[in-house]
């Protein structure tokens, strides 16, 4: 399943095979979160932007169309028209952040729809199989994200029921494969660390899910209020203790120097919403910062986007025209902030395979972590 070819430092480079193909880590995976990525990409588009992975949402896809009716047409892939790998999240997050009420039991999570308000209940079991009806070659296991700040005792309680969600998920998910009509029954169960910001809880946490031998781990519960350092500090305290011979995740991030520094510290995959929402506000991602296309100094200007970038928007418009579409409302304006900021993320990480295959990934690091997080 996953297979480490080289190192530098902590940093790894890597692949990972699934049913739908093998993917070069470290890898972005680009997020679709209802099938589709938002801004009017197909499907059909991904691969000439250099996507490896498209990432759905369990919650959303079971509210909306609904995972059964997507089950009757042959699983998301043939659904949506990608034969790509697909990773579909929980479901966790989006219960724990959209629903404005809800009750956690042990047997999982009472809630209200954020489409129409109708009562909900999933747990590990009905996440797992909404998956597998799905058919996404990663599936992620149901946990709770945990707000930060968050009291120590209420994490602690948490991180253990998350424990025992995890292996319910890894019972039912084994369930489901083995039916003779499963959609993808080489579906793999990712788990999920949580913890907070406190650094006992997710060491103790990594080490207990390690024991269960899953095909790859996450680190959850980030980027949703810490500080970048934080973040990186608890990357490092749990790093020492995940699986060298699985993949590791870190969810939800983020910018792309978050990324470079992810890959620092051993993290293989990423996905984050910002490239694709940042890209319908006009905030181009470059090489050499964050260019905002609203700004009136592009008004005239006639160069490309980015001068170092080949994707189809800096290969045949300028400047000025991708501002002007912006301040005229087009659509077409925000289709090409998408199509740019996802085609300069997969290059990012082309690069730094690049980097990491030659040997010079920390010199890359040093000269490019600062350059893409300002602003030009």
């Not at 949506?80 to 997050?93: E, H, K, Q, V």
């Not at 369930?175 to 993808?184: F, G, I």
């Not at 900021?341 to 990491?356: C, G, P, S, V």
């Amino acid at each position: 399943m996953f297979n480490v070819i080289k190192t530098e430092g902590h940093a790894r480079r890597g692949e990972f095979s699934c049913p739908h193909g093998t993917v070069q880590t470290p890898v972005f995976m680009n997020v679709g979160t209802q099938g589709v990525i938002k801004g009017g990409i197909a499907a059909t588009e991904l691969k000439e932007l250099g996507c490896q992975i498209e990432l759905s949402n369990t919650y959303h896809l079971h509210v909306r169309p609904g995972d059964e009716m997507i089950r009757r047409r042959g699983g998301l892939h043939r659904f949506m028209n990608w034969d790509g790998p697909i990773l579909t999240d929980s479901g966790g997050f989006q219960i724990f952040s959209l629903a404005q009420l809800r009750k956690i039991k042990e047997e999982g999570v009472s809630f209200n729809s954020h489409v129409d308000g109708r009562k909900i209940f999933m747990g590990p079991e009905e996440s797992m199989r909404i998956q597998s009806n799905l058919g996404s070659d990663i599936a992620m296991a149901f946990d709770e994200c945990v707000k930060i700040p968050s009291p120590y005792e209420y994490v602690d309680k948490s991180c253990d029921r998350t424990l025992r969600w995890l292996i319910r998920c890894k019972a039912e998910l084994d369930r489901v494969n083995s039916l003779p009509d499963a959609v993808n029954p080489g579906q793999v169960l990712f788990g999920i660390n949580q913890g907070a910001t406190f650094a006992d809880l997710r060491v103790r946490h990594m080490k207990q899910i390690a024991e269960l031998n899953l095909e790859g781990y996450a680190i959850g519960g980030l980027a949703v209020g810490e500080t970048h350092q934080e973040m990186y500090d608890t990357i490092e305290i749990i790093e020492e203790h995940m699986p060298k011979d699985k993949p590791r995740y870190l969810m939800g991030v983020g910018t792309p120097a978050n990324i470079i520094e992810g890959v620092y510290r051993g993290v293989d995959f990423f996905d984050c919403v910002m490239p694709a929402r940042d890209g319908r506000h006009g905030h181009f991602f470059t090489w050499d910062g964050v260019l905002n296309i609203n700004n009136s100094r592009y008004a005239e200007d006639d160069g490309p986007i980015d001068p170092n970038c080949d994707c189809p928007v800096c290969r045949n418009y300028s400047r000025a025209y991708v501002r002007h579409l912006f301040k005229a409302g087009e659509i077409l304006g925000l289709r090409f902030g998408v199509i740019h900021n996802l085609y300069f993320y997969n290059k990012l990480m082309e690069r730094i395979r690049f980097e990491l295959d030659k040997g010079t990934f920390s010199e890359f690091r040093e000269h490019f972590t600062e350059k893409l997080g300002g602003r030009i």
